[in-house]
């Protein structure tokens, strides 16, 4: 009986030890998934927080405008949650190099106040390299009343670098809000 009392008793060590490890690793992976998640995107080019380039405004002041190329910047917008988003054009022609503003209405649907963010994304995946915005809504949260419209500009350019196979870009804002971040601005 005390054999069988000591066999139970280092298989129930075994078993915690295992435990153990797997409590610790399932911590470890779910403490990695931000920084994980965080580089899918970069590399992706998915759901990328748009930082200020602060060489972008240097840039548009010495850039030539190639007025032997013209691309179509295509705009779409997309929601999450009780918004109205849309861009004032669907799209623009424009030469490399040249400033283009193009605006944006948002309009929050809700009877309370709301924090949101918007997340570009580029098609091709490539060209979000070429398009430098000076100004964006894009770079920090937006707080809107209960019911309040609001216009939005966006400023860019297209650095001539841009390959000459690529005729068209569409640039797409997805809007959703930032829960928390309404209570944490007052």
């Known amino acids: 009986m005390k054999t069988d009392e000591r066999l139970l008793r280092v298989g129930n060590r075994t078993m915690l030890r295992k435990l153990l490890v797997v409590s610790v690793?399932?911590?470890?992976?779910?403490?990695?998934?931000?920084?994980?998640?965080?580089?899918?995107?970069?590399?992706?080019?998915?759901?990328?927080?748009?930082?200020?380039?602060?060489?972008?405004?240097?840039?548009?002041?010495?850039?030539?405008?190639?007025?032997?190329?013209?691309?179509?910047?295509?705009?779409?917008?997309?929601?999450?949650?009780?918004?109205?988003?849309?861009?004032?054009?669907?799209?623009?022609?424009?030469?490399?190099g040249e400033l283009i503003q193009v605006q944006y209405d948002l309009v929050n649907l809700e009877s309370r106040p709301m924090a949101g963010q918007a997340i570009p994304s580029y098609a091709p995946m490539q060209a979000a390299q070429y398009l430098q915005k000076l100004e964006c809504f894009c770079f920090q949260q937006q707080v809107l009343a209960a019911g309040e419209t609001r216009q939005f500009p966006v400023l860019f350019f297209i650095d001539p670098k841009l390959p000459s196979d690529v005729k068209t870009i569409t640039l797409s804002y997805t809007f959703f809000e930032v829960a928390g971040a309404v209570a944490a601005a007052q």
């Open 25 to 96: 690793l399932m911590f470890g992976f779910g403490w990695a998934l931000v920084p994980l998640y965080q580089k899918i995107c970069e590399v992706t080019g998915i759901n990328v927080l748009t930082p200020r380039n602060p060489d972008a405004e240097n840039a548009a002041r010495n850039t030539q405008v190639d007025r032997t190329r013209t691309v179509i910047i295509e705009f779409d917008a997309n929601k999450q949650g009780a918004w109205r988003f849309r861009p004032h054009k669907n799209y623009v022609e424009a030469h490399p």
